[in-house]
């Protein structure tokens, strides 16, 4: 069994992470942070609860769900942070009544800290949103870093084509490092080793037609069906905001690295000022292993063998 600490921000790929990291089948997960990012927080952690109480295996051990108390330097649009509520009523969650994988005690940040402390072996981070839990955590508690064996993180973009569409910035940000561009300078001046899925490889899983149909045909499974529903609360309508299966990427590289081809680069972030959030491959940085392209059709089919495995409890 590998360790697995997993910190999201509760948008609806986020959520499809978690589904589909409790079917992993030699996957211990220590424990799920919460950041209030793309999702708000109460909707996203209470959802992540109904998940694990449902999709969760019993004979493994019981998981917690820790709310951060992290604030946004950049808050993402509200519009994206709704989904979480739609996600959290739906009915497949709410049949057996409140949730009853308990809330931990301690915000993400310390939470994160107590999870990887007591852990008999090295943990691997997962996060698909902001950094700023571990950034606090390893502020408060450097030791931490040693008991990480890697960090994969779904953020950044390295050849300045960004997602971010907000005044006062210059486009080259991706949204996680944009909402608090330091966290991510903390981060990389630390001493963990780091796989980075920027959206220079997700933009290469964009959520198609397609996608949807063959996830509708499948609905016969639980899972597949709840992922169906989720993935139908988000639209692009607006220009330059296409969604892709980011975090579910990032989720699936840290178990199956095999779905992807990456390559070690030297890399910086700026931190402030228009270009908050920016990263960038330069020779002076820090060492990072960058997911380059996607094994598209292997990708694909490790989602379906998930979700077809996952059982309702
Ligand atoms: O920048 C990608 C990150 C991922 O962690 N999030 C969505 C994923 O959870 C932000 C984001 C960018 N574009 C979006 C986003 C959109 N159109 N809708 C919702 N979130
Ligand atoms: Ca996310």
Do not use: C
Not at 9 to 15: A, I, T, Y
Not at 79 to 91: G, I, K, N, T, V
Not at 130 to 142: F, H, K, Q, S
Not at 260 to 287: L, M
């Amino acid at each position: 069994m590998r360790n697995v600490y997993f910190n999201h921000d509760g948008n609806v790929d986020d959520l499809v992470s978690l589904l589909l990291l409790l079917q992993m089948p030699d996957v211990n997960l220590l424990g799920v942070g919460v950041t209030d990012a793309d999702g708000y927080v109460g909707p996203a952690s209470s959802a992540s609860r109904k998940i694990i109480d449902l999709f969760g295996h019993e004979d493994r051990k019981p998981v917690d769900v820790a709310k951060s108390n992290s604030r946004a330097v950049h808050q993402f649009p509200k519009e994206w942070r709704l989904s979480a509520f739609s996600f959290d009523d739906f009915p497949i969650l709410n049949e057996h009544g409140p949730a009853k994988t308990p809330l931990a005690d301690k915000p993400g940040h310390l939470d994160m800290i107590e999870k990887i402390q007591n852990a008999d072996a090295p943990v691997t981070l997962v996060m698909t949103g902001p950094l700023t839990d571990l950034a606090r955590a390893l502020t408060i508690e450097p030791s931490i870093a040693d008991k990480i064996d890697r960090l994969f993180w779904m953020g950044g973009a390295m050849n300045e084509q960004g997602n971010v569409a907000e005044p006062e910035q210059d486009g080259t940000m991706e949204w996680n490092a944009y909402w608090d561009p330091e966290a991510v300078k903390t981060v990389w001046d630390s001493s963990l080793a780091i796989t980075v899925v920027s959206l220079d490889s997700t933009d290469q899983v964009p959520l198609t037609p397609e996608l949807r149909a063959r996830w509708a045909t499948q609905r016969r499974y639980p899972a597949l069906d709840l992922i169906g529903q989720g993935y139908s609360l988000v639209h692009s309508f607006e220009a330059n905001s296409t969604y892709y299966l980011w975090d579910v990427l990032t989720t699936l590289v840290s178990r199956y690295p095999e779905l992807v081809d990456s390559k070690p680069i030297k890399s910086d972030v700026i931190a402030s000022g228009p270009a908050a959030g920016r990263t960038f491959i330069t020779e002076q940085g820090r060492d990072v292993t960058f997911v380059t392209s996607v094994h598209a059709d292997a990708f694909y089919d490790k989602i379906d063998e998930l979700a077809q495995s996952a059982t309702e409890k």
